[in-house]
């Protein structure tokens, strides 16, 4: 599904410079690493305040502390998303209230929003699913109407920029009250473990945030609020230093691969490719995720195995179905599009190496099985 070590290989000699330069420093937690990585990523994203922490969940869950959010204030996220989004709105004690997608984006729906809101409601949290940016324009008006704050989960869509109705452009991650990130390996600005960060252009918002990530402390040994321990490592930074300046780069590439599998499917009615609203940059492809109708999907997943290729199911249960998450709150008739998302989806072999045989291998063994 990845290639990081043709990725590895092709930057090999700045990251391991770098990351020697930490091992040699023993400035290994908090090191000026990961201070210049805060700057640099603050720079490329046009943000006032980027906060690194441990990983995306952690990213997410302070994201909601710093916000101050409480027991029993209401969390508006996706039903179609990684679990991340919806576990640390229920560790946190606050309640999540699932929402239906959209069938063409996987993205949150605008209209299920509007419905799940009560007097409760405190967020929203969109996710830029796949890399594609959620509806930020009808998200924000429904939060400035109703004084609810913008969560956006942008662990899949780093580098990715939407414009605004008017023509305003900005980066997935600047445009809520605060959003999270992950550095996971294999997302589109991946590290060598685990990481994350959190954003927000909100002096304020961003000095509380500052303590919650250690320990709730604002003066050395004094623990004003309930915080946590969640720390970017120096060895990490040095490597997301290096990989930050090739992340458009990156983007561009897998944009490029997205392009080449769209032609290869076009014209093949059983087969529907991610849907593009035209504006080349709001989509970094973090997967690229079919549609297939009229196929037996889950019997395509075996057959591309059997081929050698890999491909995911992401995801294959929605969340409001999930054991840790069911509640006798949902209704099954309001989850029509996940329901039917879960059968269809299926995400090809997605990174920066991919080259054009392989492309024409993956795609020709899909067309033939979804033909015959
Ligand atoms: C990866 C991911 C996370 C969690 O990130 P970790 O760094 O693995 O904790 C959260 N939300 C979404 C949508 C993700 O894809």
Do not use: W
């Amino acid at each position: 599904m990845v290639d990081l070590k043709g990725q590895y290989e092709d930057i090999k000699a700045t990251v391991n410079s770098s990351v020697l330069e930490v091992l040699e420093s023993t400035a290994y937690i908090n090191g000026p690493k990961v201070h210049e990585f805060q700057k640099n990523l603050e720079d490329y994203l046009g943000v006032k305040h980027v906060i690194p922490c441990a990983n995306g969940t952690d990213a997410l869950q302070i994201a909601m502390m710093g916000l101050g959010l409480k027991p029993g204030d209401e969390v508006i996220t996706a039903d179609f998303t990684f679990a991340a989004t919806v576990e640390v709105i229920a560790l946190l004690g606050l309640t999540p209230v699932l929402v239906d997608v959209n069938p063409d984006t996987f993205n949150i729906d605008v209209d299920a929003i509007k419905k799940a809101i009560t007097p409760n409601t405190k967020a929203i949290v969109p996710v830029h699913l796949f890399g594609q940016c959620a509806p930020m324009d009808a998200i924000m008006e429904i939060a400035n109407a109703h004084n609810l704050y913008v969560i956006e989960d942008n662990a899949q869509a780093i580098g990715a920029t939407y414009t605004f109705k008017d023509g305003t452009k900005k980066k997935t991650g600047t445009i809520g009250h605060v959003a999270s990130t992950s550095f996971f390996p294999s997302k589109n600005l991946g590290c060598y473990g685990d990481g994350g960060a959190i954003f927000t252009n909100d002096d304020a918002l961003a000095l509380v945030i500052r303590g919650v990530v250690n320990h709730g402390m604002y003066r050395r040994y004094y623990h004003d609020v309930v915080g946590v321990n969640s720390r970017l490592d120096s060895i990490q930074a040095a490597v997301l230093n290096a990989k930050l300046p090739k992340l458009d780069d990156y983007n561009n590439r897998r944009k490029a691969a997205a392009n080449a599998y769209d032609k290869a499917f076009e014209g093949h009615n059983n087969i529907v490719t991610p849907f593009r609203d035209g504006v080349q940059d709001n989509h970094v492809f973090h997967q690229y995720t079919l549609k297939v109708k009229n196929t037996d999907r889950d019997a395509l997943v075996k057959h591309l195995n059997d081929k050698g290729i890999p491909c995911g199911v992401y995801y294959p249960v929605p969340l409001h179905s999930q054991t840790a998450y069911a509640d006798e709150r949902y209704n099954e008739a309001d989850f029509t599009v996940t329901n039917q998302l879960i059968q269809e989806v299926i995400s090809l072999p997605m990174h920066t190496e991919l080259d054009a045989d392989q492309i024409a291998y993956i795609s020709n063994t899909i067309i033939q099985f979804v033909n015959g």
